[in-house]
Nanobody, 123 residues
């Protein structure tokens, strides 16, 4: 499984960004997938996850109501719509999958990772 994240950038507080994660090597429509992030000097943390077959979503409290995770199984692509960004959202964002249907809300639950995309929010 190969995952390629894109869509990061430098934005001002209050702006929006949409991250994409293109998957290849295997059809991931039945697998859960997620976004995690790592801020400078901090551990990698869970942001959001989505199940495969029925697209149930899960969010960290810090992003609930501002971020939306979605997937297009026909395109084998995962998305993260991020609204009302704050400087505290500055981090490298990673897409990942456990490689099965289990929903993971910690980094240790993920077995396949993309390379990360930098999101920087200025105040």
């Amino acid at each position: 499984v190969q995952l390629q994240a894109s869509g990061g950038g430098l934005v001002q507080a209050g702006a929006s960004l949409r991250l994409s994660c293109a998957a290849s090597g295997r059809t991931l429509s039945s697998y859960s997938m997620g976004w995690l992030r790592q801020a400078p000097g901090k551990e990698r943390v869970f942001v959001a996850a989505i199940t495969g077959p029925d697209a149930r979503t899960y969010y960290a409290n810090s992003v609930k109501g501002r971020f939306t995770i979605s997937r297009d199984n026909a395109k084998n692509t995962l998305y993260l719509q991020m609204n009302s960004l704050t400087p505290e959202d500055t981090a490298v964002y990673y897409c990942a999958t456990p490689g099965n249907r289990v929903v993971a809300t910690t980094p240790g639950g993920y077995n396949y990772w993309g390379q990360g995309t930098q999101v920087t929010v200025s105040s």
